[in-house]
């Protein structure tokens, strides 16, 4: 079991940055690979980045490429997902995701391939 929790969101001006932090329970932590989702109001769940559990490996949807940074910090336990240019479509509940693999690099994009979800935090960027 892997619990998460994100934290790092907030009201921002468009062009602004945020870093939202996910610190994981587990000390086994550096066997997951991780992922960044989003959901904005009336929309469902998107894919936004993941990252191997080695962190050698990341993968950005389309709409945050070059804007968006994920990496991690096994020794802490957490990952991190940088954010800058911020955009008024960037406004939804930002959620980190786990799943354990033994492949060291291999990243997830599809929110069934995770078994554990932190509770969100909200990012909401004005114009």
């Known amino acids: 079991q892997v619990q998460l929790v994100e934290s790092g969101g907030g009201l921002v001006q468009a062009g602004a940055s945020l870093r939202l932090s996910c610190a994981a329970s587990?000390?086994?932590?550096?066997?997951?690979?991780m992922g960044w989702f989003r959901q904005a109001p009336g929309k469902e769940r998107e894919f936004v980045a993941a990252?191997?559990?080695?962190?050698?490996?990341?993968y950005y949807a389309d709409s945050v490429k070059g804007r968006f940074t994920f990496s991690r910090d096994n020794t802490k336990n957490t990952v991190y997902l940088q954010m800058n240019s911020l955009k008024p479509e960037d406004t939804a509940i930002y959620y980190c995701?786990?799943?354990?693999?033994?492949?060291?690099?291999?990243?997830?994009?599809?929110?069934?391939?995770?078994?554990?979800w932190g509770q969100g935090t909200q990012v909401t960027v004005s114009s």
């Open positions: 995701a786990a799943v354990l693999t033994i492949a060291p690099g291999v990243v997830y994009v599809r929110s069934g391939d995770y078994a554990y």
């Open positions: 990252i191997s559990w080695s962190g050698g490996v990341t």
């Open positions: 587990r000390s086994t932590f550096s066997s997951y690979a």
